[in-house]
């Protein structure tokens, strides 16, 4: 292909010798019209060529910060999420102009990053970020988390003139760029303004072609005036409709056919690719019971599904035994949790496809390794499979799986309900009473954004999330706290017309989080926080005191109680404006959601702090190293 390229670049063949010889190579014609975009740019030797360049490349002269500008709105850019730095006012010089651009400013670049990552998990565009370049570590935290989740997201800051680079001066350090290597996909320097819109091109390109990540761009110079071209919009977005080998399709396809105890395991790519149409009818097929992967940040198979059994654990309680692992668009589990390990996947044939490549065959031995999109994965495996079977065999087959799968999946329900009724009516309020009446008060298709720890499982499963239904976003697979409520305000500005909500525990609010009720605040954010208020840190004492050392021994809570001071977050948000209210009891769950959701339907965000029980070992412990600064002084100054 390279050889092709380079022909058609150097004037040697035609626009129509180039698809030709593609064809003839074996290219199919999607990727064909697709390299014939991504070529015809830079393709300025040829007459024919530069035709197609004066169509795709338009002529501009202003600013660095109006060419970027310009290159954003080219790119389909609507919301600019914006930190202070006074080093962006050409930039903001050439929005005003702009109107059709908004700016959503955070006063934390950490939360310009967790708004752009909620807006493009719930849209699935590609947003952008910008920010003074001395922010660049309180934004790492986000940028880890949407690096984690391969998130398409365009993150700029502002530079230090290269007159005084080098130097270890005032808010610059040696290598920018290498700070940040670890978070980003792609990363780059753009030394003159005349150069923008390419960078600024191939940094959208890089982060929306699958898998996806974080780019990340510093600019120089952008009050400079110059002469560019502007990149016409989709010149530059690659489709990535890849299909899977056919050859690996049909033996994946015997594989299931013939297997006794399959198991189905989805993972982000499949929410993300919007696949899981096509994921649930390759499930009914065959009816393969179907587990999430653990720690994914959306629901990818409808949790209301009778064939779907739950997140998954090691070992699975359905089915007990797995002779076909069939992983669409996940990392393989983790080898070094649960209790078996790697023995409850010995004996099973694995299969495993993803558009990320790298993580095919790392951890375990893979029998078919398909390096696709999971959405054409699901599509030719159950074309395949019908190819092979009957529709009465595969009746046969799908039909008792999907009444075992759903009976388990019943009782699993009946049984949380069970245990949760115990303590139903308990103060302090029970994490799944709380969620159940925040269930109840919701519209069907609305948005939970959540950020929980070892308590998720006990929260989501009041929740139905399903095409139609209700939608989940987060928690990041990175974990990093001081995404959610940031992310809420994302997932907002992407789904205007839906109800959001965002669950918040109340150690992650503390993670310098309520900055971010400024935004919402300023932006007319109508969005419900939830917060879960434990008064503590409940997920690392319980890890902490499993050990049986001697915290647990002598029963001090040395580093998670959260209690001293008492955090008031609804005075913390009404110093942003905002309106909200403590619960305490149960009784108080259901008007306090009444009062939330009138308030979002006019217009304004609301905030409810609710008292939670702490849960496991030492939850009945309120001793915490105590000290005091002022008892130790011995001058009263």
């Given amino acids: 292909m390279r050889v092709i390229v380079k022909d058609f670049l150097d004037g040697k063949i035609s626009r129509r010798g180039f698809m030709t010889r593609l064809s003839h190579a074996g290219f199919s014609a999607l990727a064909v019209s697709s390299a014939l975009r991504s070529v015809a740019p830079l393709a300025a030797a040829s007459s024919s060529a530069s035709q197609i360049l004066s169509e795709s490349i338009i002529p501009f002269e202003g600013t660095g910060g109006e060419v970027l500008a310009e290159q954003l709105k080219a790119a389909g850019v609507r919301y600019v999420f914006l930190g202070n730095a006074s080093g962006m006012g050409s930039l903001c010089d050439a929005l005003v102009d702009r109107p059709e651009m908004q700016i959503i400013q955070a006063v934390h670049e950490n939360h310009c990053v967790s708004m752009a990552d909620g807006y493009s998990k719930a849209s699935g565009e590609t947003p952008f970020v910008m920010f003074s370049h001395v922010g660049t570590p309180n934004a790492s935290s986000n940028m880890y988390n949407a690096m984690k989740d391969r998130t398409p997201v365009v993150i700029a800051t502002t530079n230090t003139s290269p007159a005084h680079a080098g130097r270890d001066g005032q808010e610059d350090v040696e290598d920018w760029l290498e700070t940040v290597e670890q978070f980003t996909k792609f990363r780059w320097l753009v030394h003159t303004p005349e150069r923008i819109p390419e960078w600024t091109m191939k940094a959208f390109k890089m982060a929306s072609t699958a898998p996806g990540g974080p780019s990340h761009l510093r600019f120089t110079s952008m009050y400079d005036r110059v002469k560019t071209g502007i990149f016409a919009p989709n010149t530059f977005n690659i489709p990535m ?162 009444a075992a799968a759903g009976k388990f999946a019943k009782g699993m329900e009946q049984m949380r309900q069970v245990a949760a009724k115990r303590k139903w009516d308990q103060v302090p309020l029970t994490w799944e009473r709380l969620s159940y009446e925040i269930n109840e008060s919701l519209e069907e298709d609305a948005y939970i954004v959540p950020e929980f720890g070892t308590q998720t499982p006990k929260c989501l499963q009041w929740f139905t999330f399903a095409e139609g239904k209700k939608t989940r976003i987060g928690r990041t697979s990175g974990r990093a706290l001081g995404w959610g409520v940031g992310a809420a305000i994302g997932v907002k500005l992407a789904r205007p017309n839906h109800q959001v909500v965002c669950l918040q525990a109340d150690g992650g609010f503390l993670f310098g989080q309520i900055e971010t009720l400024w935004s919402m605040s300023r932006y007319d954010v109508p969005i419900t926080v939830v917060v879960y208020n434990n008064r503590c840190y409940n997920d690392s004492r319980v890890r902490m005191f499993s050990h049986g050392g001697r915290q647990a021994q002598e029963k001090k809570d040395m580093l998670s109680y959260l209690g001293d001071p008492e955090v008031d977050f609804v005075k913390a948000a009404e110093v942003f404006g905002i309106k909200g209210e403590r619960v305490r009891n149960p009784e108080q769950i259901e008007p306090a959601m009444r009062r939330a959701l009138q308030t979002t339907r006019e217009g304004r965000p609301y905030l409810i702090e609710a008292l939670i029980e702490q849960s496991g070992s030492g939850a009945d412990l309120d001793w915490h190293p105590d000290y005091s600064v002022a008892e130790s002084r011995e001058r009263r100054v």
């Fill in 241 to 402: 409709q890849i299909r899977p080998n056919p050859r690996e399709v049909e033996e994946a396809a015997k594989i299931l056919l013939e297997a006794q105890s399959p198991l189905l395991y989805v993972g982000s790519e499949v929410f993300a690719s919007g696949a899981t149409g096509s994921v649930v009818e390759l499930a009914e097929l065959l009816g393969i019971p179907v587990s999430h992967k653990d720690r994914t940040w959306a629901s990818s198979f409808p949790t209301d599904h009778p064939l779907f059994v739950g997140d998954y654990q090691t070992p699975m309680r359905h089915p007990q035994k797995v002779d076909a692992f069939l992983n669409l668009g996940a990392h393989m589990p983790d080898l070094a949790r649960g209790r078996f390990k790697l023995d409850f996947l010995r004996q099973a044939k694995i299969i495993h496809a993803r558009v990320e490549t790298a993580h095919l065959g790392t951890a375990y031995p893979v029998h078919v390794a398909m390096a696709a999109n999971v959405k054409e994965t699901a599509e030719d495996l159950i074309e395949s499979i019908k190819s092979m079977a009957t529709r009465e065999r595969l009746a046969k087959i799908a039909e008792p799986r999907i």
